[in-house]
C-alpha cells in the first residue's frame, strides 16, 4: 500500500477533495468530490433542549488532541450500523503525521477513564473538514460536535464541512449545498492562508485558531507544544452556543 503524501492530501482537500476507502482493509484509495457537500453552518447548530441539559451537566468529560489515535481506532471499528469503514490504513497514516503536523485535530468524549465517542478532523485556513464521529454512548458524539461548533466559533473559522449529509448531522443543522457554492465557501475560508494563494502581506493571523478556547479559559496563551485540552465547563459550552446561535 503506497503511503499518502500529506501535503499532497492537503492541496486535495484545499481544492474540496478528499481520500476514501472501499474497506478497513482495502490496499487502494480513491478520491471523492461530491456533486452535493454537506456543511453545518456555525451559527445554525441546533441544541435541543435535551441536548443542552446533557452538556450542561457535564455527562462527559471531554477532551481535544488528547487521544487522537485512539479516535481514529474507534470511528475505524465496525458496528452494528457500520458494518463497513472507509478509514484504511493508508488514510489512518497520513492523518497521524497531519495530526503531527498540528492540522488534524480531535474531540473526546470520556465516561469514567473510558473513551465513549468523539470525532476527529483538518483544519485548513478557516475551514474544519469532519472526518468521522463515532458514539458508543447516548449523545457522545452530539455533545463531540457541539463542543466541536464552540471551538470552531472562538477560533474564528468559517467553514465546518461534514462531507455528506446524514439524518443524524441534519437533525443537528447540517445543510446539503451544491458543489459550486462550497467551492465559493471553501475559497474564502482559505483566502490569506496557506491553504490558498494569497495576497501580498497576508498575515498568518487569516487561519482559525483551534485552541483559542484553552485560551478563553485559562485567561493565557498555551505554549505550542501543551495539550489541548478542554478546560470549559459543560455550563459554559452550552452557554456560548445559545449566545452565538
Known amino acids: 500500500m503506497k503511503p499518502l503524501d500529506p501535503h499532497i492530501v492537503l492541496g486535495a482537500y484545499s481544492v474540496g477533495v478528499f481520500p476514501m476507502a472501499d474497506a478497513r482493509d482495502a490496499p487502494d484509495?480513491?478520491?471523492?468530490?461530491?456533486?452535493?457537500?454537506?456543511?453545518?453552518?456555525?451559527?445554525?447548530?441546533?441544541?435541543?433542549?435535551?441536548?443542552k441539559k446533557t452538556i450542561a451537566a457535564d455527562r462527559f468529560r471531554v477532551t481535544a488532541d488528547t487521544a487522537f489515535h485512539d479516535i481514529m481506532l474507534l470511528c475505524a471499528e465496525s458496528a452494528p450500523d457500520r458494518r463497513e469503514t472507509w478509514i484504511n490504513a493508508a488514510i489512518e497514516r497520513v492523518f497521524l503525521t497531519l495530526h503531527a503536523m498540528g492540522r488534524a485535530h480531535s474531540i473526546e468524549c470520556w465516561d469514567g477513564d473510558r473513551l465513549v465517542g468523539g470525532l476527529y478532523g483538518l483544519s485548513l485556513g478557516r475551514a474544519f473538514f469532519g472526518e468521522s464521529m463515532v458514539s458508543r454512548a447516548t449523545d457522545a458524539s452530539k455533545v463531540a460536535l457541539a463542543w466541536l461548533v464552540a471551538r470552531l466559533r472562538v477560533g474564528g473559522y468559517d467553514l465546518l464541512d461534514c462531507q455528506f449529509q446524514t439524518d443524524h448531522l441534519a437533525s443537528l443543522g447540517a445543510i446539503e449545498i451544491p458543489r459550486a457554492r462550497y467551492v465559493a465557501l471553501l475559497a474564502a475560508a482559505l483566502a490569506g492562508t496557506d491553504g490558498a494563494p494569497s495576497s501580498a502581506g497576508a498575515a498568518s493571523s487569516a487561519s482559525g485558531d483551534f485552541r483559542a478556547l484553552d485560551r478563553l479559559a485559562a485567561?493565557?496563551?498555551?505554549?505550542?507544544?501543551?495539550?489541548?485540552?478542554?478546560?470549559?465547563?459543560?455550563?459554559?459550552?452550552?452557554?456560548l452556543l445559545v449566545h452565538t446561535s
Open 29 to 51: 484509495i480513491y478520491w471523492v468530490e461530491p456533486r452535493q457537500r454537506a456543511i453545518l453552518p456555525l451559527d445554525g447548530f441546533r441544541l435541543s433542549r435535551s441536548l
Open 219 to 239: 485567561g493565557a496563551a498555551p505554549s505550542p507544544a501543551d495539550t489541548v485540552s478542554g478546560p470549559l465547563s459543560g455550563k459554559a459550552i452550552a452557554q
